[in-house]
């Protein structure tokens, strides 16, 4: 660690962060607070960090991972801390937990607040057991907590609060728009973390697509990506728990959760949709790459695999500043009901299609989100800002904003054949008219095809983040290659 510039890195081979990333974001959010509220300039931002917590009634603590919004001000590592920074000096203040001696037989050596503070370039250092009385110091005419709903999760954000916090004035409505909109828009430090950790996860993606063989379980195909993310990349952590769909469990949109742990059995013919994203430094990555387990397309998989591909990559060219995130969901839809139709699945008028929201048939999802320290970022139906639609499809947008440089989004287009919402089609007069139903019964049990790419909004269009194989003979080329290479896994899982 430099002590002139300090930094975050996990070795050589592994991409190195200087704090400044943080001091740049804590002066960005005190700007837009004097620049908004001009009155408050004598205020104290105070922000609570993530604890560490034991499972259930044991001892076990799980991996600790930092609190979002925490993270993006000060960059801390450990847990049970506060952070405070004055707005109108952008004067940082750190408060570490006062750990006993004798955790130092478990934890190793305990060190003091100058550590901290040179680790960390935050201006001051104290404990945990000192904030009021330091806080009370700096005489701030209020203090600024956090208080807001996620839109995507429903659940509320992690207040600041300490003994003595009732001693001082409070405002927990001010701070939470204001730095929940600085964390839509990237630095070029946070740009360039976003990007390594695309590279690692491309490159992991690219790894499970080479080893992959019919039979093999689809966790081990799991276990090859986040494997290569934290050997090659640093990354302990994933952003969400991997969706490794084989076969029908493609159109199950959360595969992967406890009750379907990514625990069936690859085979000879199926489609593999596998939504995978390392996470770095707690800024995250979001992939989708679907493929053949065998490595050779169909007729049937090349007709859904180029339908997506296609809108994909219409979407892709035509976002840019000022272009309605909702026009670009409608666009993907128009492109995927158009090829279906060409593809013999679908009759009819595609403008009737679009009118009666038929698109949501094949993608009930939203075409994409937000992504920075949280893979579904924060800030995507702020009040001001567009409000959901409410539209079959629409409403499951995790934001409706116009685009703008500096945004990070996914693009997510998806066809799937869900048996339950096919169903539910097929008996409402105003869909079945346009599905050609013994063609869309061949493709039961197909799974889905998702294609998925992190793009940055430019000042004329956008950056893709991701770099893996796209088209179909890239993606036949790369699995060829990778089925000439001996499979270092057990004999019954070479074909």
């Known amino acids: 660690m430099d002590s002139v510039s300090p930094s975050f890195n996990l070795g050589e081979h592994t991409f190195e962060i200087p704090m400044v990333l943080h001091s ?26 993530g604890e560490s917590n034991t499972l259930y009634c044991s001892d076990r603590e799980p991996v600790f991972r930092q609190e979002s919004y ?82 995507d999760s429903g659940k509320e954000t992690r207040e600041a609060v300490f003994d003595g916090i009732g001693e001082f004035k409070v405002d927990n409505k001010v701070l939470y728009p204001v730095i929940t909109e600085c964390r839509v828009f990237k630095t070029s430090y946070e740009l360039d973390v976003l990007r390594y950790i695309n590279n690692i996860s491309s490159e992991a993606h690219k790894e499970v697509m080479r080893r992959i ?45 406890a009750g379907a742990p990514n625990d069936k059995t690859v085979e000879e013919g199926d ?56 026009d670009m969901h409608k ?10 139709k060409k593809g013999g699945l679908l009759q009819g008028d595609i403008k009737e299609m679009m009118e009666a929201n038929l698109g949501a048939i094949f993608m009930p999802h939203g075409l994409g989100h937000f992504m920075g320290c949280d893979v579904h970022d924060v800030g995507g139906y702020l009040e001001g800002e567009p409000e959901r639609p409410t539209q079959p499809g629409l409403k499951s947008l995790r934001t409706a904003r116009v685009l703008a440089q500096g945004m990070v989004l996914t693009i997510e287009p998806g066809i799937y054949f869900i048996d339950c919402v096919l169903d539910n089609a097929l008996k409402d007069p105003k869909l079945s008219k346009f599905l050609i139903s013994n063609k869309i019964e061949e493709y039961r ?35 060829r290659a990778g089925q000439k290479i001996e499979s270092s896994f057990p004999q019954e899982f070479k074909k």
């Open 24 to 49: 740049e974001n804590r002066k960005r959010v005190c700007n837009e607070l004097k620049k908004k509220h001009p009155d408050l300039e004598h205020s104290i931002i105070v922000l609570q960090g």
């Open 271 to 326: 489609m593999c949709l596998f939504d995978m994203g390392g996470e770095y430094y707690c800024y995250t990555s979001d992939i989708t790459c679907t493929f053949p387990a065998n490595g050779k397309f169909t007729d049937k998989q090349k007709l859904i695999y180029n339908a997506v591909y296609k809108s994909s990559r219409a979407v892709m060219e035509a976002v840019k500043p000022g272009i309605s995130w909702v």
């Open 445 to 479: 049990n197909f799974g889905g095809v998702r294609i998925e790419d992190d793009i940055v909004i430019t000042q004329v269009g956008c950056e893709l983040m991701t770099k893996v194989p796209r088209t179909i003979v890239e993606i036949e080329d790369l699995m």
């Open 331 to 340: 666009l993907a839809d128009k492109v995927h009901l158009e090829e279906l």
């Open 70 to 151: 925490f993270h993006w001000a000060f960059g801390i590592l450990e847990p049970d801390c506060y952070g405070a920074i004055e707005v109108y000096s952008n004067r940082s203040h750190l408060f570490v937990p006062k750990l006993p001696e004798c955790y130092a037989v478990w934890m190793g050596r305990l060190h003091d607040l100058e550590y901290f503070k040179k680790r960390y370039a935050v201006d001051e250092v104290h404990f945990v057991t000192d904030i009021k009385s330091v806080l009370g110091s700096l005489q701030p005419e209020v203090l600024l907590t956090l208080h807001g709903k996620n839109s």
């Open 213 to 257: 063989r019919p039979g093999m379980k689809e966790y081990q195909l799991e276990s090859i990506f986040n494997h290569y993310c934290y050997y090659m990349g640093g990354a302990r952590h994933t952003s969400y728990t991997c969706i490794c769909g084989s076969g029908p469990n493609g159109a199950t949109l959360h595969y992967g959760h």
